[in-house]
């Protein structure tokens, strides 16, 4: 395995094992979808919370183009969701932890991604609470903007 010394083991671990990646089947009640990044920039993230009756996060998954740092952040941000209250993910600062890993300044743009990807699947629940729209439509309606590989 290659090892950069920019990375700490944790980040190292959950790039060579993400935890959570993947997407919900579609028609699973309370899912959420958030994308935000760029292929021709070198990351897209798209983050699914599926958020129950309480307003918590369930369960949480992702897909995710990038570089190590950004898959990591997916990895760990996907597992420190879960069970806490969608209002605090979408505050949950991917930022802070990047830093808290000790992640290069330079890898910081992926934490900040990881962030508005959340961050657009939060917004998606409150205009569904303003909307008729089932949360299950969002994902169809956005399915297709995903890059292909």
Not at 91 to 118: F, M
Not at 124 to 140: C, D
């Amino acid at each position: 395995m290659l090892y950069d010394p920019d990375y700490s083991a944790t980040v190292w671990n959950h790039f060579c094992t993400p935890k959570n990646a993947g997407v919900f089947m579609v028609g699973t009640p309370g899912v959420l979808n958030g994308t935000a990044g760029a292929r021709k920039n070198g990351r897209v993230v798209e983050f699914q919370l599926q958020v129950d009756t309480d307003g918590r996060v369930a369960d949480c998954r992702y897909r995710v183009y990038g570089c190590p740092a950004t898959i990591a952040l997916c990895s760990l941000t996907s597992e420190k969701l879960k069970g806490g209250l969608l209002a605090a993910a979408a505050t949950y600062s991917v930022v802070k932890l990047a830093e808290q890993l000790g992640l290069p300044p330079e890898k910081r743009a992926a934490a900040i991604t990881v962030e508005d990807a959340i961050r657009s699947a939060a917004a998606r629940y409150n205009s569904h609470l303003r909307s008729t729209q089932a949360p299950t439509e969002l994902i169809t309606e956005l399915k297709d903007r995903w890059p292909s590989p």
